[in-house]
């Protein structure tokens, strides 16, 4: 087997073991479930109130208050399950699992790559929830299945991203409270600064100029169009390759980071 | 001995952390093939640091380390697929079966889909977990989680097992089941096995030498009986009866002080510690020394010296626990908790 092979079938175990785990907690996946819908039930259909009044809606930019908030919630429910996972690796050394995995014939990054992968893929899950719930709801995407399909694409770019971040924290924090607050810190005015929730429109100019440079606003804006507009080849190439860009930057920190820093 | 492969060889190793401390100091010792060598130590000793450089989880700062003959450093791979690890932690997963935890294990070591099964099933059969292999980890009791731990340290057929602290934190009843699947583990599978302890009726029950480790350097390596004949072959404790006068103990101190058996006589409140070579050939000769004298003995006691003893000795203190970092200890308490509880 080359060093490639050995690496990625390591990464794979290290997959199928997240993913056991997160299909065997029940909790965990009802959980990841209702918070998609509470975010559009409560936020949005009070949201929503101000589209009603063609007036505000004018003003802010928006027809239909739900139909922008469902792409925004999509990217929430990415950055949250990216952005915590992690701390995965804070209980596996806690555990002593990490151990483990350390003396095992496996190059370290693998670790980091089949959490990443399953990260990636719980949040597809979320993703296609929220779809089908939206849809309940009464809002279909403009672009239909296909655009369901890049909509699932850019997501887990997208929580690849911010689960390449958690895990290079996570490789030196050594507490989840203390991954909590470095977190939060990081990511509530990341969420606050972008198009995610709310549009552009409102924001006062400086908000406005951090939002154009937010990776939220480059992951929402081009599934906003694929729910409302359609296929908007420029806003979407951009996005994806901006997106890829960064993984690839981050990824590599990551890798180095596993690689040789110390992990225990 | 000699002739057989050295599975396990250390030379002059040293470990110093940054900021000077010296956490192994010029470590050597071999083990060869199907012994089961005993690492003896208080905590914070050096003994997991050792097995972390054996394990090619830490690089050491200075000497050799080769495991079955491979270089810990310029082949680590190579070094994992011949060893088993199974850590002071218990490194099972208890959200998944006790089948899913091998399952993980024996992809992380490369192996076939066609062997995994039978390998799966022959572990299983060895630590005798086979009817619940299906159920979750988290509704075993201590002793299965630890037994299904070391199932997963040998799935892939090592030559060397390493066991850190084995038993650590376990009941009594429990410690004794799993020196009970060691042993067969010597018999069956004819492994070599280095295991750190620190308690001293394990090593004497289960090692067939020991080395005793402290403050980062071996102190003395044999077989725990040698060991243990080095201090004396044990202690004669006797006891005067109340009627017996003073003058006529102190001629039975000088008559005993002048015997070749006798190495020391100590005194403790009205009893009497005589060490010597071999108690139960001396008691004989301890008889016939006090014969004549008009005194009767009260009672007398043979004790033979324990690897307590022999550890007292080289280290000048008992077994003691120093204070370890946080981590550690949360570490070690949760694992505990895991294996205390019993269902």
Known sequence: MTAMTIGLKGAYYIFWREIKRFTGQKMRILMSVVQPVIWLVLMGSMMARLTDNPVTAEMIGVDNYLAFMVPGVMM???LYTGVFGGISIIWDRRMGFLIKLLSAPIPRYSIALGKISALVLQTMFQ????????????????????????????CGLFAAIMSCISLFLS????????????????????????????????????????????????????????????????????????????????????????????LL | MKDSRKMIEVDNLSVIYPGGIKALDGVSFSVPEQEIFGLLGPNGAGKTT???????LLAPTGGLARVNGVDVIKDKNRVRMNLGYVSQELAIDDELTGLDNLRLQAGLYHMDHAIRHKRIDEVLELVGLMERARDRVDTYSGGMRKRLDIACGLIHRPE???????????????????????????????????LTTHYMDEADSLCRRVAIIDRGSLKAIDTPESLKKQMGG????????????????????????????VREITQKDDEYLLLT??????????????????????????????????????????LREESVSREEMDRVRSSMRRLRKTR
Do not use: C
């Open chain 1, 76 to 78: 929430m429910s990415s």
């Open chain 2, 50 to 56: 050792l097995i972390m450089v054996l394990t090619t």
């Open chain 2, 234 to 261: 044990g202690l004669i404790v006797f006891q005067f009866d109340q009627s017996a006068r003073p003058e006529t103990i102190d001629q039975a101190m000088i008559r005993l002080k002048n015997q070749d058996f």
């Open chain 1, 127 to 154: 993703v296609s929830v929220i779809a089908i719930l939206a849809a309940a709801m009464g809002i279909t995407f403009a672009t239909g299945l296909p655009g369901i399909l890049v909509t699932l694409l850019i």
């Open chain 1, 171 to 262: 490789a030196s924090i050594r507490t989840p409270e203390t991954l909590f607050s470095v977190i939060n810190f990081l990511t509530l005015p990341l969420v606050f600064s972008s198009s995610a929730l709310f549009p552009t429109a409102v924001m006062p100019d400086w908000i406005r100029a951090i939002a154009r440079f937010n990776p939220i606003s480059y992951a929402v804006i081009p599934v906003r169009d694929l729910v409302i507009s359609g296929w908007e080849w420029g806003t979407l190439a951009t996005g994806i390759w901006l997106l890829l860009l960064m993984f690839l930057i981050l990824f590599v920190l990551v890798y180095y980071r596993f690689e040789k820093g110390s």
């Open chain 2, 277 to 318: 070579d071999n108690s139960e050939e001396s008691l004989p000769l301890f008889f016939e020394a006090l014969d004549g004298l008009r005194l009767n003995l009260k009672k007398v006691t043979l004790k033979m010296p324990s690897l307590d003893d022999v550890f007292l000795y080289h280290t000048g203190r008992q």
């Open chain 2, 160 to 194: 060397i097992l390493f066991l850190d602290e084995p038993t650590l934190g376990l009941d009594i009843q429990t410690r004794h089941e799993i020196w009970h699947y060691i042993k067969r583990l010597r018999e069956e599978v004819k492994m070599t096995i280095l």
